[in-house]
């Protein structure tokens, strides 16, 4: 199997400054609620589409059930463990808090990010050595998805006191670990191309719990309901187009 390594790498960049993107909010003015939780709902819609109609299909029918399920698993309980074990809250929404307290939420958040953002890495990197086509659409979401992540970085930080710019950096760098994670299964896969089936169900398990742990309670707290069930229906009908380009 050959796989273009310098691709892979420049999409799980691409995918990580979406962490960048939303540190954004800590030099320009945030966006409006509306129009945050209507691309909350596109990327989910493109995780939810992409998983099942692309990834999970593809490897039961190379592999059967039983890769397929174990794949699926694995990649939803990775990002379970993680999760239990990093903090990973999106929401910042205190008053007068301690900014010694506002610095150490924002250094975890940024540590927990950081390692979350791995199996993402490995995703880009599973389903562009499918299919290129699918690498970048699971590039496109995941960079979506990683836009409330920086705002969880930035904003506690520069309420402790950081500059903006600062704080800014960090949440740029925090996304950029995916590449670690699409290297690490671009190598397996040149070794292993026979673990293709199980890449590709674990991609989508990691998008799925994503999507249903992350995604849609963000979108619920911010609340204007009827703009992410927009944004669900143009990522599904977004995803639709582009695998009916490619099939």
């Known amino acids: 199997?050959?796989?273009?390594?310098?691709?892979?790498?420049?999409?799980?960049?691409?995918?990580?400054?979406?962490?960048g993107l939303g540190g954004l909010v800590v030099l320009v003015r945030k966006p409006g609620e509306k129009l945050f939780v209507f691309l909350i709902g596109l990327a989910a819609g493109l995780m939810i589409m992409i998983s099942f109609m692309e990834l999970l299909f593809d490897s039961l029918r190379i592999s059967g059930l039983f890769p397929a399920a174990v794949g699926f698993i694995a990649g939803s309980?990775?990002?379970f463990i993680?999760?239990?074990l990093l903090p990973h809250k999106h929401?910042?929404?205190e008053k007068g808090v301690i900014k010694s307290k506002m610095l150490r939420t924002g250094t975890l958040m940024a540590i927990g990010i950081s390692l979350h953002n791995l199996p993402e890495g490995i995703a880009v990197a599973s389903g562009y050595s499918y299919a290129p086509e699918i690498g970048l659409i699971i590039t496109i979401a995941i960079a979506l998805h990683n836009i409330p992540e920086g705002i969880a970085i930035a904003l506690p930080l520069r309420m402790s006191?950081?500059?903006?710019?600062n704080a800014f950096r960090v949440a740029?760098?925090?996304?950029?670990?995916?590449?670690?994670g699409a290297v690490i299964a671009t190598v397996f896969l040149t070794t292993l191309p026979e673990l293709t089936p199980f890449a590709l169900s674990f991609a989508a398990g990691v998008m799925v719990f994503i999507t249903m742990d992350e995604l849609i309670p963000i979108a619920h707290e911010h609340g204007h309901?009827?703009?992410?069930s927009f944004g669900l229906i143009v990522g599904f009908i977004l995803t639709l187009v582009l695998l009916a380009a490619i099939w």
Do not use: K, N, Y
């Open 82 to 84: 993680l999760d239990f």
């Open 1 to 19: 199997m050959s796989i273009d390594l310098l691709s892979i790498v420049l999409l799980s960049v691409l995918a990580g400054l979406g962490t």
């Open 172 to 180: 740029l760098l925090s996304g950029l670990t995916e590449p670690i």
């Open 161 to 165: 006191g950081a500059t903006r710019w």
């Open 225 to 228: 309901e009827h703009f992410t």
């Open 91 to 93: 929401i910042v929404s």
């Open 77 to 79: 309980l990775l990002l």
